[in-house]
T-cell receptor, first 113, second 110 residues
Framework: GAGVSQSPSNKVTEKGKDVELRCDPI?????LYWYRQSLGQGLEFLIY????????KSGLPSDRFSAERTGGSVSTLTIQRTQQEDSAVYLC???????????FGSGTQLSVL | SQQGEEDPQALSIQEGENATMNCSYK?????LQWYRQNSGRGLVHLIL?????REKHSGRLRVTLDTSKKSSSLLITASRAADTASYFC??????????FGKGTSLLVTP
C-alpha cells in the first residue's frame, strides 16, 4: 500500500479483555513506532523497532502491553486485561530509518468500557 | 527522556494573519521536526531541521532553530482556515525514538 495502514480503525472492548492492534508499515521502512494519544493530549511513546535490533520498550506503561514485529514488517500491539485508562488513540508510524521523518497511520481508537 | 514543549497551548487568529508557535526542549538533539494533526488522528510531517541548520522554509512555513537556547519556532504565513489543526514539535537524539510535545492547537477563522 501507499501509506501506513492500521486496523481496526475503532475497537470497543470490555474491561479485562485482551486486544490486538495491527500496523502495516510502508514497505522498506526499517523503523516502526507505536505511540498513544489520550484525548486532547500529546503523543506518548510506547515502543519502537529498528531493523534487526532489539526493540526499545522503554515507553510501555505496564507489563500488560507488548508488541512484536514479524519479518521486519507487520507489527502487532497487544494489550492484556484492558483497563479503562487504556482508552486512547493508538498511532503507528514508520520511517526509512532512525532519525528520519515519520509516516503515520490513521490510528486505532480504543475504547474500554 | 527529553520532550519538546510547545507554546502557546492554543492560538486563535484570522485568515491572512501569521501564526507563530514555539517549541523548547531540554537536551541536545540531532534534529527537530514539526507535524500537523487534523481531527485527532494521524500526524503529517511538515518539516525537519537538523541541529546544524538555523532556518528552513517550505511554502508558507518557516522554521527556525536556536540550539543555544534549545528552542524552535514554526511560522505559518498568510494563514488559511485549512491550517486549523494541532501542531507538534518532535525532537530526535541518536538511538532514541522521536519525542513529541503536547502540541499547539491553532484555530484560523474566516
Amino acid at each position: 500500500g501507499a501509506g501506513v495502514s492500521q486496523s481496526p480503525s475503532n475497537k470497543v472492548t470490555e474491561k479485562g479483555k485482551d486486544v490486538e492492534l495491527r500496523c502495516d508499515p510502508i514497505s522498506g521502512h526499517t523503523a516502526l513506532y507505536w505511540y498513544r494519544q489520550s484525548l486532547g493530549q500529546g503523543l506518548e511513546f510506547l515502543i519502537y523497532f529498528q531493523g534487526n535490533s532489539a526493540p526499545d520498550k522503554s515507553g510501555l506503561p505496564s507489563d500488560r502491553f507488548s508488541a512484536e514485529r514479524t519479518g521486519g514488517s507487520v507489527s502487532t500491539l497487544t494489550i492484556q486485561r484492558t483497563q479503562q485508562e487504556d482508552s486512547a488513540v493508538y498511532l503507528c508510524a514508520s520511517s526509512p530509518g532512525l532519525g528520519e521523518k515519520l509516516f503515520f497511520g490513521s490510528g486505532t481508537q480504543l475504547s474500554v468500557l | 527522556s527529553q520532550q519538546g514543549e510547545e507554546d502557546p497551548q492554543a492560538l486563535s487568529i484570522q485568515e491572512g494573519e501569521n501564526a507563530t508557535m514555539n517549541c523548547s526542549y531540554k537536551t541536545s538533539i540531532n534534529n527537530l521536526q514539526w507535524y500537523r494533526q487534523n481531527s485527532g488522528r494521524g500526524l503529517v510531517h511538515l518539516i525537519l531541521i537538523r541541529s546544524n541548520e538555523r532556518e528552513k522554509h517550505s511554502g508558507r512555513l518557516r522554521v527556525t532553530l536556536d540550539t543555544s537556547k534549545k528552542s524552535s519556532s514554526l511560522l505559518i504565513t498568510a494563514s488559511r482556515a485549512a491550517d486549523t489543526a494541532s501542531y507538534f514539535c518532535a525532537t530526535e537524539n541518536s538511538g532514541y525514538a522521536l519525542n513529541f510535545g503536547k502540541g499547539t492547537s491553532l484555530l484560523v477563522t474566516p
